[in-house]
């Protein structure tokens, strides 16, 4: 660790009074020395050597200073003119580092004052580490590869202040492996990248990227996972967009498919190319969604150990006009290979493989295996008394906050809401955002469906007494939460070595019909719901077997289970088509009522056993495909003579070709597919 000088500050002003002021606010950094004149601070300068210098903006120009500061000194122009202190701001090359801060009249505005002064000292001291390791490195003579070395060795000694050891380590590499570059710029991404705290500092450095790398456009990938799709790339910013959650959705990309960027992230391999009609992994999404034409290509995988978990992507070179490479160059390549090894630190720092990138929440995938362990756990300790709720909370009324304020302020909402739930939950319990507007919970410890109903009903007063931006245009002039419960003890799960996400989720979905009445829904399970109920939300409701009073538990409203409705996870399209099924060695004839990629509604002329696997040939069109479903549930039904059942079937086996079958038949169809239920 090398050593310096003990850290002085010089205050020039023009009168006592102000400087009398100020220097109480320095003392606590450093040595503080006063000059009320420039000849004054000619000599200071002469015989001390400054890390941060505070100005009047009128001494403060650069044409006063020039010559007498030294390149690591930080200024801070201060003067009670606003206007004054921005033009002396311009009057200084980029190449020094100057802030300009009014003089600090107010608390407030001596908590910015301090700030700056911090900023300007670290700046400083960290100008100073580098120049004295580049002497070192100067006197040893040593090659690049020995300065990397000596470098990890300067790490090993830094036990403290983690942060500013990896700033300096960075500031060396690119002192050596970018030169040609915009050096500073480079250093300032990269300190963000490791002081990012959550992932709104993220996004927010992939503009800077961009500026570096000199592209039209940039976006950023996660990879994730699901049962149904298999990997997919989910982005984070699309063509430099932070994208909200309707948007990303409508932008995931099937790592099996033939794109640039599915490409990079199921191979690993950088792709640096000028755009081709030719090329195979030129994917419409580029032709159609850029908005522009999209001439040259980099990309980059971002990895977590040997773990692809994200890809880097830049669009369309920008050079000078006399350069004649209008592509990306290696060197853009090494730099964005550089980037993306940082930003997947910075990913893993922020765990955003199991936390939702907007709210910080879990995701839907790690918070099942959370909750399967902890049923475990608990069903260990307590033997059969064991008893849990998963409580499905929706935002009132999201849309018309969407529509009214803007994504952004949507999910500005998102997170401070999630902020708000969490500080409403126990340690022991579990939080994830499992859609949109959508949380769900996990509760244990809990005895009772009343004791469950408790702990919801303070959380949804929690918010409905919280204040959130923009709420008193709201509907009631508030923003509330309706919530499902579904209760359910350890007998729900008699072999525990078995229980499996998908056991979870269909206690989910029974959360999820119960919060459905108390938003008003009108669903098979209450068709017969008042317009009076269907304005007044915020309320919880209980899926229930049983015929619970809404006497006995204030608020909750019992549902009759004895008709189960299946919930799917995609768009329905309300589409006729012949369908084969199979049953016990017999073919039977059938229709779909609506289609769907988790499977579809049809009409029989005899019942169908529930949870019964069947095979499925599906005609539409001029195309069919075969695959496996089971009958979710099956009710009588009312529609036309011979078709007296309708079952719900869901799809089991669905290769990625009879998937775009589908894709593409929806297409067809030039029809809006319902709401996700």
């Given at each position: ?153 300067i790490k090993k000694a830094i036990n403290e202040h983690i942060v500013k050891e990896i700033e300096k380590r960075v500031a060396l590499e690119s002192q050596f492996i970018w030169f040609k570059k915009e050096k500073q710029k480079i250093e300032e991404i990269l300190k963000k990248l ?106 980059v995988p971002i990895r977590q150990d040997e773990e692809i978990i994200g890809v880097l992507e830049v669009y369309n070179k920008i050079t000078p006009p006399r350069e004649k490479d209008k592509n990306f160059t290696p060197e853009d390549e090494k730099i964005l290979t550089r980037l ?338």
């Open positions: 660790m090398n050593s310096f000088a003990p850290l002085k500050i010089l205050l020039l002003l023009r009168n006592q009074e102000d400087t009398s002021q100020l220097q109480p606010l320095l003392t606590p950094f450093g040595e503080v020395l006063v000059a009320l004149s420039q000849q004054e601070a000619i000599q200071q300068f002469q015989r001390h050597q400054f890390q941060v210098i505070v100005v009047d903006y009128i001494l403060g120009k650069y044409a006063n200073l020039k010559g007498l500061i030294r390149p690591e000194t930080s200024v801070i122009v201060t003067g009670s003119s606003d206007q004054g202190v921005k033009l002396a701001l311009q009057d200084w090359p980029t190449r020094w580092y100057v802030d300009a801060q009014p003089f600090p009249y107010s608390e407030r505005s001596i908590l910015t004052f301090r700030k700056s002064l911090q900023r300007a000292i670290d700046h400083s001291l960290l100008l100073q580490e580098i120049n004295h390791l580049r002497h070192l490195l100067a006197q040893q003579e040593i090659e690049i590869k020995e300065s990397f070395h000596q470098i990890r060795e490791h002081k990012a705290h959550d992932v709104t500092d993220l996004l927010d450095i992939v503009y800077d990227i961009k500026q570096i790398i000199g592209s039209q456009g940039i976006s950023l990938y996660l990879v994730e996972e699901n049962e149904i799709s298999g990997k997919f790339l989910k982005p984070l910013v699309w063509n430099n967009k932070i994208l909200s959650y309707p948007d990303i959705s409508s932008h995931l990309v099937l790592l099996e498919k033939m794109d640039y960027a599915a490409f990079t992230a199921k191979t690993g391999t950088p792709i640096n190319s000028p755009s081709s009609e030719f090329d195979q992994r030129l994917s419409p999404r580029y032709l159609k969604q850029l908005g522009y034409e999209l001439k040259n290509l980099l990309c993306s090894e940082h930003i997947g630190i910075a990913i893993t720092k922020l765990n955003l493989i199991q936390y939702d990138a907007l709210t910080g929440l879990l995701r839907a995938e790690p918070f099942f295996e959370k909750a399967i362990i902890k049923i475990k756990s608990e069903s260990k300790r307590r033997l059969e008394n064991s008893a849990f709720a998963l409580v499905m909370g929706d935002v009132d009324w999201f849309k018309n906050y969407n529509d009214r304020n803007g994504h952004e302020a949507g999910n500005r909402l998102l997170r401070e809401l999630a902020r708000v739930l969490k500080s409403s939950t126990r340690d022991e319990d579990l939080l994830c955002r499992y859609g949109g507007e959508e949380f769900l919970f996990f509760l244990t410890g809990i005895k009772t469906p009343e004791e469950a109903w408790t702990f919801t009903e303070r959380i949804r007063k929690n918010v409905e007494e919280y204040y959130f931006e923009s709420q008193e245009f709201q509907p009631n002039h508030n923003l509330t939460m309706s919530f499902g419960i579904s209760f359910f003890t350890r007998d729900k799960f008699p072999d525990l070595k078995q229980l499996s996400k998908k056991d979870l989720i269909k206690l989910a979905n029974e959360a999820d019909i119960a919060l459905s009445q108390a938003k008003g829904k009108k669903t098979a399970l209450s068709p017969g719901l008042p317009e009076k109920a269907k304005l007044t939300k915020n309320k919880i409701c209980l899926f229930s077997n049983s015929n619970l009073s809404a006497k006995e538990i204030p608020l909750i409203q019992p549902i009759d289970s004895s008709v189960k409705k299946e919930r799917r996870r995609f768009p329905r399209y309300y589409s006729t088509s012949l369908l084969i099924l199979s049953l016990d060695g017999f073919q039977k004839i059938s229709k779909t009522v609506n289609l769907s990629l988790g499977g579809a509604k049809i009409i029989t002329n005899i019942p169908l056993p529930e949870n019964k696997e069947i095979k499925i040939i599906l005609v539409l069109g001029n195309k069919v495909f075969q695959t496996r479903g089971k009958v979710v549930y099956c009710v009588p039904s009312n529609h036309a003579l011979n078709y007296n059942y309708h079952s719900g079937i869901e799809f089991l086996e669905l290769t990625f070709k009879n998937r775009h079958v589908l894709e593409d038949y929806f297409k067809s169809l030039n029809i809006s597919p319902s709401r996700f239920s």
